[in-house]
T-cell receptor, first 112, second 115 residues
Framework: AQSVSQHNHHVILSEAASLELGCNYS??????LFWYVQYPGQHLQLLLK??????LVKGIKGFEAEFIKSKFSFNLRKPSVQWSDTAEYFC??????????FGAGTTVTVRA | NAGVTQTPKFQVLKTGQSMTLQCAQD?????MYWYRQDPGMGLRLIHY???????AKGEVPDGYNVSRLNKREFSLRLESAAPSQTSVYFC??????????????FGQGTRLTVV
């Protein structure tokens, strides 16, 4: 069974700081990788996804993520955060079945 | 285009009561899912359906039943609610299986409290 680990439970940073959230998964086969964001009081929305090809994936709102197969990692980055990036971020993994497995989530608080 | 719609948004139940959470999608998706979200545990899959007339168990199916009424609708039923089922429930849908390379779209969630 696949599992997903997110290293940080809560990250607090100031506006304009850089953000990197770690995500590691355990599954030896072909995987599809996702980052979802949940703004306060809202449902989950897709930030970006990786299926194949260029391991550096660009998403919405200036986010990007890099798939490093040898490290089983899919870390999320943003060079300069804004107050509006305050949210909970979830890494998710699926393989060739119907199940999307989520990490525990990282709460990001951006201080103005 | 409403996407994925869940009802109700909030519910309080007494232990032992039953209720059904409704979910409908208007994107002509084949697969639908029910997740629960608990603090520090992310989202865990309860049940899912890959098409009309088919349902399957996820990670945490005990205490829940589901029905795929038609392609649009996928309901989740709690027959005898327990305090451990206090959670936020999300319905999601995808065009095809998420392992096949399609993303899941989520509803707004139902916040359920069992007292």
């Amino acid at each position: 069974a696949q599992s997903v680990s997110q290293h940080n439970h809560h990250v607090i940073l100031s506006e304009a700081a850089s953000l990197e959230l770690g995500c590691n998964y355990s599954y030896g086969g072909t995987v599809n990788l996702f980052w979802y964001v949940q703004y306060p009081g809202q449902h989950l929305q897709l930030l970006l996804k990786y299926f194949s090809g260029d391991p550096l994936v660009k998403g919405i709102k200036g986010f990007e993520a890099e798939f490093i197969k040898s490290k089983f990692s899919f870390n999320l980055r943003k060079p300069s955060v804004q107050w509006s990036d305050t949210a909970e971020y979830f890494c998710a993994v699926s393989s060739n079945d119907y199940k999307l497995s989520f990490g525990a989530g990282t709460t990001v608080t951006v201080r103005a | 285009n409403a996407g994925v719609t869940q009802t109700p948004k909030f519910q309080v139940l007494k232990t032992g009561q039953s209720m059904t959470l409704q979910c409908a999608q208007d994107m002509n998706h084949n697969s639908m899912y029910w997740y629960r979200q608990d603090p520090g545990m992310g989202l865990r899959l309860i049940h899912y359906s890959v098409g009309e007339g088919t349902t399957a168990k996820g990670e945490v199916p005990d205490g829940y039943n589901v029905s795929r009424l038609n392609k649009r609708e996928f309901s989740l039923r709690l027959e005898s609610a327990a305090p451990s089922q206090t959670s936020v429930y999300f319905c999601a849908s995808s065009l095809d299986r998420t392992g096949g390379g399609t993303e899941a779209f989520f509803g707004q969630g139902t916040r359920l409290t069992v007292v």
